[in-house]
């Protein structure tokens, strides 16, 4: 299993930053995509944006030149650095991840437990 940690939510004002922090830690044989998503009171969850192994990143078009992910496989970390912050963006925010335990063919997907992500003046 994976387990991961968010940190780095807080309240910040609109046009304000953030970087969220998310450490994946347990036993597992590899882990592919990873990425944040976020779910506001009375709203959906939704994807925010995700890293595959290779790099690859995808963003939902609210945030595109606002926000940027990033891993460090070494440290099994993935970040997201959110700029120009908006009221819109205030969310609990959820580190994801898929990987693949030992013996087993498909993937698994685990969650963080969120960390909130306050943009108010």
């Known amino acids: 299993q994976v387990q991961l940690v968010e940190s780095g939510g807080g309240l910040v004002q609109p046009g304000g930053s953030l970087r969220l922090s998310c450490a994946a830690s347990?036993?597992?044989?590899?882990?592919?995509?990873m990425g944040w998503s976020r779910q506001a009171p009375g709203k959906q969850r939704e994807l925010v944006a995700s890293?595959?192994?290779?790099?690859?990143?995808d963003y939902v078009d609210s945030v595109k030149g606002r926000f940027t992910i990033s891993r460090d496989n070494a440290k099994k970390m993935v970040y997201l650095q959110m700029n120009s912050l908006k009221p819109e963006d205030t969310a609990v925010y959820y580190c994801?991840?898929?990987?693949?335990?030992?013996?087993?063919?498909?993937?698994?997907?685990?969650w963080g437990q969120g960390t909130q992500v306050t943009v108010s003046s």
């Open positions: 347990g036993s597992f044989a590899s882990i592919t995509t």
């Open positions: 994801n991840a898929d990987y693949k335990l030992r013996g087993y063919v498909s993937s698994q997907r685990s």
């Open positions: 890293v595959s192994s290779g790099g690859s990143t």
